[in-house]
């Protein structure tokens, strides 16, 4: 079983910068690929970035690219999203995920193994 706790999110204003992170117990983190998804109000979560097992690799959706950053750290259980230059379309609840599955190209899988709780990030203009 693997929990993830989001932190990091919040009220920011457009071209801002926020660093959300996903704290990860269990002894199994680097068998794992990690990844962050993001849902508006009346719109389907999407996949937002996601890393590799050793983090050497990553993906990116083309409405992010650019601007945002994944990365983690395998000592510290732990995967970080960098967000610069904020925009109020990116207001969104943003998800941590975790799945043994590769990402690929722009995408990853729709239904990780394991979801966080969620942590708000409000973009204004």
């Known amino acids: 079983q693997v929990q993830l706790v989001e932190s990091g999110g919040g009220l920011v204003q457009a071209g801002g910068s926020l660093r959300l992170s996903c704290a990860t117990s269990?002894?199994?983190?680097?068998?794992?690929?990690m990844g962050w998804f993001r849902q508006a109000p009346g719109k389907e979560r999407e996949f937002v970035a996601a890393t590799m097992w050793s983090g050497g690799s990553t993906y990116y959706a083309d409405s992010v690219k650019g601007r945002f950053t994944i990365s983690r750290d395998n000592a510290k259980n732990t995967v970080y999203l960098q967000m610069n230059g904020l925009k109020p379309e990116d207001t969104a609840v943003y998800y941590c995920?975790?799945?043994?599955?590769?990402?690929?190209?722009?995408?990853?899988?729709?239904?990780?193994?394991?979801w966080g709780q969620g942590t708000q990030v409000t973009v204004s203009s």
């Open positions: 269990g002894r199994t983190f680097s068998t794992y690929c």
């Open positions: 995920a975790a799945d043994r599955r590769p990402p690929y190209g722009t995408g990853w899988t729709k239904r990780p193994d394991y």
